[in-house]
């Protein structure tokens, strides 16, 4: 590689002598006139440019070699086996060049022949196929990282001047450029260029991911070789739906973005077609087989899976921790050493070893051999990073007694406040069973109500009859140790005279608040009134939020549900 820097670049250009008076200033009874280019005009770079593209053109066609070059910065990049004299001829056959054109390379940065250059700031090598950030600049981006992380408020002029550095720094750093977007929406709402904001909350995410890559790269990125490219359309509409192409595929969805933001709609569209991206990077099988292979794990589960996937491969990434074939799959054991290792004291112990579990599930996926979770020396490792970090004590909960469960309904008022005996039923319904809450309720992070899914009016039977019940069958379409949704059945036996019993809570909610038999089983009494005056279909998380909606909340550790 050979790199050349013209000196004084702007001031090669002449200025036409009708314009002499625009750039000319007067002091002590004379006139004085730039007669060339001047730093600092705001068309001198587009002009220069011009000049600077015509030199490109005469190199590119009479040296050997591909030719990048940036105002006044030229790069020659020739093959491998180009022998050295060739590129010394080619380099003094440029200088001579300029000087026939009038003109003048700075002698103090012109390089080469080298296998290691610093263009733009950038160090570029040959040999190892890297490209790096030196350790100065590595420094200063730390620093300004670590300063920028306790600031609450800053200026325009500031963060133009963090987002431009960031942006050089991205040509480097793998993934980085997508978390400079906050930044950039920041300061698109800065009204004046002398007015103080505070940044907000999206745009510290971003400058913490920049800290912590900082910290943790060694300023190092890999040249890989080219990788193919995917083309994926997507789009959403406010009338239409969501959908998108992929390669001869086409997945159109109702979803209307009146009742999401318009940013969601596009994620959601983005999300509907990772199943058919899945089947096209399977394409080993039969699409009967890719297709079942993809329903053998539930949405939710892959959901799960793709946190610790995620991070292993861009962990892999950042560090260029590919394969000889330049795949990052199979991984290898030292590759998920590393990793592991990346982990320790970010995450407890017992995250680590769920995201290995998630690594294993895409080599299942893919039909490659993954044994290291298994092995040995990684089981030593995570046991050396339990006992040198210690596991993080979590609160210990009380457990839902029938004292407990008794106080719960002390202080509901099923009478006069609305809801309440929506919430009186449901409690004694999952105590008297040990039910989870999202089998007979519509969980916060739950889908939509179905009757597939949740238990409806119809879903309760009461034994031997309504007037005179004994026992209560209950109907779970679906439950967490159902998970194909064959449904089952339990029975509530009552319990006569106490303020516990399912039957009892069960009969009196459906003679004071009569639903259809389609509606679902923890329906309030008014669904039509807003969900934020909790009075919407019940979503309980459990009875310590219970207990904290009908405030007896205490300074004793919450019950576990």
Request: aromatic share 12%.
């Amino acid at each position: 590689m050979v790199k050349l820097d013209l000196e004084q670049a702007f001031r090669h250009i002449p200025v036409r002598h009708a314009d002499w008076h625009l750039l000319g200033f007067h002091w002590e009874e004379k006139f004085y006139y730039d007669i060339v280019l001047a730093f600092g005009l705001r068309l001198a770079p587009y002009i220069f440019n011009l000049f600077a593209e015509a030199l490109h053109w005469i190199l590119e066609h009479h040296i050997p070699a591909r030719f990048r070059h940036y105002l006044d910065d030229f790069l020659a990049i020739f093959s491998p086996e180009t022998p050295p004299s060739l590129v010394a001829e080619a380099l003094n056959w440029m200088l001579e060049l300029g000087r026939l054109l009038g003109l003048q390379f700075q002698d103090s940065k012109t390089e080469g022949p080298s296998t290691c250059i610093e263009f733009l700031g950038i160090e570029l090598d040959s040999v190892t196929m890297e490209a790096r950030l030196s350790v100065s600049k590595l420094t200063d981006l730390r620093d300004t990282l670590t300063e920028w992380s306790t600031r609450s408020h800053c200026t325009l002029r500031e963060l133009e001047q963090l987002t431009g550095y960031l942006q050089f720094c991205s040509q480097v750093i793998p993934l980085s450029r997508s978390f400079i977007r906050a930044l950039y929406d920041f300061q698109a709402t800065f009204p004046t260029p002398l007015s103080r904001r505070k940044i907000p909350l999206l745009a510290r995410k971003d400058l913490d991911w920049w800290l912590q890559v900082a910290i943790q790269w060694n300023g190092i990125h890999f040249i890989s070789p080219q990788r193919d490219i995917v083309h994926l359309y997507t789009d959403a509409s406010g009338t239409k739906g969501i959908g998108g192409f992929f390669g001869n595929k086409c997945f159109p969805f109702l979803f209307f973005t009146h009742v999401r933001p318009r940013t969601k709609s596009r994620l959601k569209a983005l999300e509907a077609d990772v199943p058919y991206w899945w089947y096209e990077r399977h394409t080993q099988w039969p699409p009967s087989v890719t297709f079942y292979l993809w329903h053998g794990l539930a949405s939710s589960t892959r959901t799960t899976y793709s946190v610790g996937q995620r991070s292993f491969l861009t962990f892999a990434r950042r560090h260029n921790l590919y394969n000889s074939d330049n795949a990052l799959l199979p991984a290898s054991q030292a590759a998920i050493m590393s990793w592991i290792a990346s982990l320790a004291g970010q995450v407890q112990p017992s995250t680590i070893k769920q995201y290995l579990g998630h690594v294993k599930s895409m080599h299942t996926d893919m039909d490659l051999p993954f044994t290291t979770c298994t092995a040995p020396i990684v089981q030593r490792l995570i046991r050396g990073i339990k006992r040198y970090h210690g596991e993080r004590e979590t609160t210990r909960k009380r457990p839902i007694t029938l004292p407990v469960l008794r106080d719960i309904l002390q202080h509901l008022d099923p009478d006069g406040n609305p809801g309440h005996l929506t919430i009186y039923a449901a409690a004694c319904v999952a105590f008297s069973r040990f039910l989870r809450c999202g089998e007979f309720t519509e969980g916060a992070k739950s889908r939509k109500f179905s009757t597939s899914t949740h238990p409806t009016r119809r879903s309760v039977e009461f034994l031997p009859s309504f007037e005179n019940p004994t026992h209560v069958r209950l109907h779970l379409p679906s439950s967490k140790t159902n998970p194909f949704r064959k449904g089952v059945s339990v029975y509530l036996a009552a319990a006569p005279g106490a303020t516990t019993c399912p039957v009892a809570a069960l009969k009196r909610l459906f003679s004071q608040e009569p639903s259809r038999a389609k509606h679902a089983l923890t329906l309030y009494p008014n669904s039509s009134i807003h969900r934020s005056t909790d009075h919407f279909r019940l979503r309980l998380l459990g009875p310590q939020w219970t207990i904290a909606w009908i405030g007896t909340r205490t300074n004793d550790p919450m019950p576990s549900g």
